[in-house]
């Protein structure tokens, strides 16, 4: 890797003594004080080693970072099973407002009513797009919707007087879908898919007993496809006594067109990072609401938000069957203000037209790329297409090294390696909120990539080599972190 040049330092690089970047005034605590305000251990024998620097120095910095970043605000993320599309910036707007952002939320509920009728009309508005009676906005990301939701069916059964041990998942699922099974209690069984990529029927009716409390999949599924049996299958395992839990993953691409609740689901959570234009990742807050059937309701976490008579909101805590409290207060109330401005923004075509044209693209990248590498399934796909490496990996380019690859041709790479039950998957998603320009422009670089990987292989093998840092060893990387800057030796 050739050196940076010397604008492109780090802030500890650049210190040097005499410099500093800031304009206080003189304390006004005597420093004789100091002694007597802190205990001694809380004291520092030295002052800490902090870098001495410009202001400018600091600016340029730290701007420079940001610039360096990758973000759905400045690139394409293609990235599988992760709907990462624009957010648009009056969703920032509206959670920003001073009613909102400066709203604490033990705020006596005489004084939050607007807050409440905003969380009320948002549970009422995913009710009526997933065809379910009630929601819960209280779980903080999908994964906690999931557990909510399966918490709920195992209440459900044991006030029926049943207890029932083992949850039937496919083999495409997300890895969170076997994890919330197990932190709920239950044994997961998993199943088989068939040679379209669909639920292989036979293996779910094998399995289907009277000790299975539900069925959980992905509609449409992992492999960006739509469960075509979906009616058959909820039918048979409701006529076991099996409750049928839908991941709303990639709910984005059904918006509009089926609703969970009228394909035979009890359940189904919402991603509203990935469906509703709520920041995605980071580790900061996110929000997966859960909506059930009107059987399931009384099993909902607490507090819910209700109308009165009046026509006033007031939390209910009074739900004797209630699954408990999922976390600190009421949800992660910003990302509930960003979702329903989204959908009041939208409107009912609006919220169509994303399903149709994020199905358009994804299908648009399917064709093009068709000539180049193999497909995971037969026909059409959904909101997003799996291909496989498994070419290239005969020549020796593994999905890996195109991932690594595309980096170097300014695009961040799909999801690679997922499902494992496609060898060398590469999971494109391209959502709705891109052009043509930008899916045609992607489509040219994964098609080079093909045609490097026939005629120079080392190129993708020694990629990215324009990227800030080069390709880590990332087995040595997972087991060995590097997690403080060390400063050279001179």
Known sequence: MTARPSYDKLIFELSSPGRFAYSLPASDVPVSDVATLLPAEFVRPAAPELPEVSEVDVVRHYSRLSQLNYGVDTHFYPLGSCTMKYNPKVNEDMARLPGFARLHPLT?????????ALMH???????????????????AAGAQGELAGVLMIRAYHLSRGERRHTVLIPDSAHGTN??????????????????HGEVDLADLDRHLDEDVA???ITQPNTLGLFESKIHQITETCHARGVQVYMDGANF???LGLTRPGDLGF???HFNLHKTFTTPHGGG????????????LAPFLPVPVVVQDEDGGFALDWNRPQSIGKLQAFWGNFGMLVRAYTYIRTMGPGGLRAVAENAVLNANYVLKRLDGDYDRSAPGPCMHECVLSARRQKRLGVSAMDIAKRLLDLGFYAPTTYFPLIIEEALMI????TESKETLDAFCDAMIQIAREAETNPALAQEAPVTTPVRRLDQTLAARQPVLRWTPQVK
């Open 284 to 295: 900061g807050p996110g929000s997966g609401p859960v909506g059930v059937k009107a059987h």
């Open 214 to 216: 539900a069925f959980m």
């Open 429 to 432: 998603e391209p959502t709705e």
């Open 266 to 268: 009890d359940v189904c």
């Open 121 to 139: 009309e948002l549970a009422r508005d995913l009710g009526e797009i997933a065809g379910m009676d009630h929601v819960s906005l209280q779980p």
């Open 178 to 195: 076997p994890a919330s099974v197990a932190l709920a209690g239950f044994s997961v069984v998993q199943l088989r898919s068939d040679d």
């Open 252 to 254: 984005n691409a059904i």
């Open 108 to 116: 006596p509920e005489a004084g939050s009513q607007g807050a409440l």
